[in-house]
């Protein structure tokens, strides 16, 4: 014998779930729909908090997968200037948008999650949460759009300030101004109807 036999050890890549969203979404450019899926996965609960506060529970999941619809077919141009999320959270409310623009006669059926844990609340506790609740809906759908959207990013969609004002295509102080007048919006429509929040 005259050559040395020589093994090669290629490391198995790792699983989808431990890539970064840039990796990600480079392994979806070149055609591999998994990673793509995982996207998908990661993002799409965070995008429907966001879409369901403002267009509701009924039109929310639709809104979502019309956002990774147009994300996977506008996915080529992306250059990867913003972050994934923030991308897709701007489809979202895209979309948002345009299906209230399609259906403006159509109620929203907003839906905020209660405060309160149920562990040990008394009956009397629970009806209270959901009139407070059921008046929250309502307040934030009346609301300035710019405000509310800025609030259901944070709020919902759980995003920092410089996120949200990236995805808004504001500033940072827009965006801080915008959450303050929210807020202050919500506690005076609030406390109008005769709720202290």
Same mark, same amino acid.
């Given at each position: 014998?005259?050559?040395?036999?020589?093994? @090669?050890?290629?490391?198995?890549?790792?699983?989808?779930?431990?890539?970064?969203?840039?990796?990600?979404?480079?392994?979806?450019?070149?055609?591999?729909?998994?990673?793509?899926?995982?996207?998908?996965?990661?993002?799409?609960?965070?995008?429907?908090?966001?879409?369901?506060?403002?267009?509701?529970?009924?039109?929310?999941?639709?809104?979502?997968?019309?956002?990774?619809?147009?994300?996977?077919?506008?996915?080529?141009?992306?250059?990867?200037?913003?972050?994934?999320?923030?991308?897709?959270?701007?489809?979202?409310?895209?979309?948002?948008?345009?299906?209230?623009?399609?259906?403006?006669?159509?109620?929203?059926?907003?839906?905020?999650?209660?405060?309160?844990?149920?562990?040990?609340?008394?009956?009397?506790?629970?009806?209270?949460?959901?009139?407070?609740?059921?008046?929250?809906?309502?307040?934030?759908?009346?609301?300035?759009?710019?405000?509310?959207?800025?609030?259901?990013?944070?709020?919902?969609?759980?995003?920092?300030?410089?996120?949200?004002?990236?995805?808004?295509?504001?500033?940072?102080?827009?965006?801080?101004?915008?959450?303050?007048?929210?807020?202050?919006?919500?506690?005076?429509?609030?406390?109008?109807?005769?709720? @202290?929040?």
């Amino acid at each position: 014998m005259t050559g040395a036999l020589t093994i @090669r050890f290629t490391p198995a890549p790792p699983a989808l779930e431990q890539l970064e969203d840039a990796a990600l979404v480079l392994l979806a450019k070149r055609g591999q729909d998994e990673a793509f899926d995982e996207l998908v996965k990661r993002h799409a609960p965070k995008l429907h908090a966001v879409a369901k506060r403002i267009v509701g529970t009924e039109e929310a999941h639709d809104v979502v997968q019309d956002a990774f619809i147009n994300a996977y077919r506008a996915l080529p141009k992306f250059l990867g200037e913003a972050q994934f999320t923030t991308w897709m959270h701007r489809i979202t409310l895209n979309c948002c948008y345009a299906r209230m623009r399609k259906h403006p006669d159509r109620g929203h059926d907003l839906e905020l999650p209660l405060d309160a844990s149920d562990a040990g609340v008394t009956p009397v506790e629970v009806s209270e949460n959901r009139d407070l609740k059921s008046a929250l809906e309502a307040a934030l759908a009346r609301i300035n759009k710019d405000f509310r959207e800025t609030f259901v990013l944070i709020e919902f969609g759980q995003l920092d300030y410089a996120s949200a004002a990236q995805i808004l295509q504001v500033e940072l102080g827009t965006v801080k101004s915008r959450m303050n007048r929210a807020r202050a919006s919500l506690r005076d429509i609030l406390e109008g109807w005769g709720y @202290r929040p």
